[in-house]
């Protein structure tokens, strides 16, 4: 029922849902007075969710910040959570990757540099229907193809959200008492909730937060213009979703 209720949740709090209900409102209003007020609301939420630089900051207060690669010790292993591979699309000849990419590249850059010595990739299928692969088994093909032994990758492919991702690893590990230390590696935006549930089971991995969907403040001025950017009311959604999965998670006890 909670996986259910999440993905319902993700439409109702987004920004454009919210536009087109107040503009559907407006037309519906009988009274002058309260279409206008939908109108001025709608008017408000566009002019503020268009707005790419206030989009940036809000995200960038909420990421992680990068953690400088030297900083980080020999582990056992890193936690790779997926949430990159495309299930969707066919042909299923092939692995296709979206834009949180960085997720499979900085944990191969980890495993290259010696940081970590084995790859737990950790995903299984967010869909409400089932998919023909897991998101485990794929990224599993990508690290392959990119020479890393089959002896070296642990996958855990049963999880359908963050907090199974905590749970079913802590079960994997139950299995592997020789790993010991561990790096957590998920998007920026995502890594604090992500912490939270692998400390509610008892795990305390070393952040490394990759994929960051925003820019240094100097890098986006020209985005605090009211000039409307399609791409801000992404990063808005984005933000707005992963605060709303966050606050949930601390309602149910799970982070």
Not at 203 to 208: A, E, G, I, V
Request: glycine content about 6%.
């Amino acid at each position: 029922m909670f996986f259910l209720l999440s993905k319902l949740l993700y439409y109702a709090v987004m920004p454009a849902t919210w536009m087109v209900v107040l503009l559907v409102a407006a037309l519906l209003a009988r009274q002058p007075r309260w279409r206008k007020r939908f109108v001025v609301a709608a008017l408000v939420l566009t002019v503020i969710g268009t707005n790419a630089g206030l989009a940036n900051l809000a995200l960038l207060a909420w990421e992680l910040p990068p953690v400088p690669l030297r900083t980080i010790a020999p582990h056992d292993a890193g936690i790779l959570l997926t949430g990159m591979a495309n299930t969707h699309k066919s042909p299923h000849d092939r692995v296709y990757i979206s834009s949180a990419a960085d997720r499979l590249t900085h944990t191969l850059w980890l495993y290259r540099t010696h940081r970590i010595r084995r790859i737990i990739v950790s995903g299984g299928s967010g869909d409400v229907d089932k998919r023909v692969h897991t998101e485990a088994e794929e990224v599993n093909t990508l690290l392959r193809l990119s020479g890393v032994p089959q002896a070296d990758i642990l996958l855990e492919d049963r999880s359908r959200n963050t907090r199974e991702n905590a749970l079913y690893t802590k079960e994997l590990l139950a299995k592997h008492p020789e790993i010991k230390s561990l790096v957590l590696v998920t998007s920026a935006f995502h890594e604090r909730r992500a912490l939270g549930c692998f400390h509610r089971v008892g795990l305390h991995p070393t952040p490394f937060p990759v994929d960051f969907r925003t820019t240094d403040p100097e890098d986006s001025a020209a985005g605090y213009w009211p000039i409307p950017e399609a791409g801000a009311l992404v990063t808005w959604s984005l933000l707005i979703h992963e605060l709303t999965g966050y606050v949930t998670y601390k309602l149910m006890g799970y982070c």
